[in-house]
Nanobody, 114 residues
C-alpha cells in the first residue's frame, strides 16, 4: 500500500525554523531518490530538495543554504530542516519519490508570517 504521511508544519515568524518529517511506505522509499515539494496558493507544485539513497542532496536556488534534507533508510523517513524562513516559503509541503506523478500524501502547511 502506498503511504506518505507528512508532519511538522505550522505558523512561524520570518527568520524562524521548522523541521518537517515524512514517513513513507517501503515501495516508495527504498532505493529511490526522495524529495520535498511545495505548493503555494495559485502556483504549481515545486520540487525544492532531493536526496539519493546514498545521501547526495540537491536544492533549488531559493532554499540553498537555508534548508537541509536528510533521510533514515532504516525507518523509511525523510526530513527537511528549514531555517531562516521567509514569507515566500509559505506553502503546503509534500514528500514523495522524485519524478512521481502520485499518489500524494495530505501534506503539511507551513505559514511564515509576522
Amino acid at each position: 500500500q502506498v503511504q506518505l504521511v507528512e508532519s511538522g508544519g505550522g505558523l512561524v515568524q520570518p527568520g524562524g525554523s521548522l523541521r518537517l518529517s515524512c514517513a513513507a511506505s517501503g515501495s516508495i522509499f527504498s532505493g529511490n531518490y526522495m524529495g520535498w515539494y511545495r505548493q503555494a496558493p495559485g502556483k504549481q507544485r515545486e520540487l525544492v530538495a532531493t536526496i539519493s539513497s546514498g545521501g547526495s542532496t540537491s536544492y533549488v536556488d531559493s532554499v540553498k543554504g537555508r534548508f537541509t534534507i536528510s533521510r533514515d533508510n532504516a525507518k523509511n523517513t525523510v526530513s527537511l530542516q528549514m531555517n531562516s524562513l521567509k514569507p515566500e516559503d509559505t506553502a503546503v509541503y509534500y514528500c514523495n519519490r522524485v519524478g512521481s506523478s502520485g499518489p500524494w500524501g495530505q501534506g503539511t502547511q507551513v505559514t511564515v508570517s509576522s
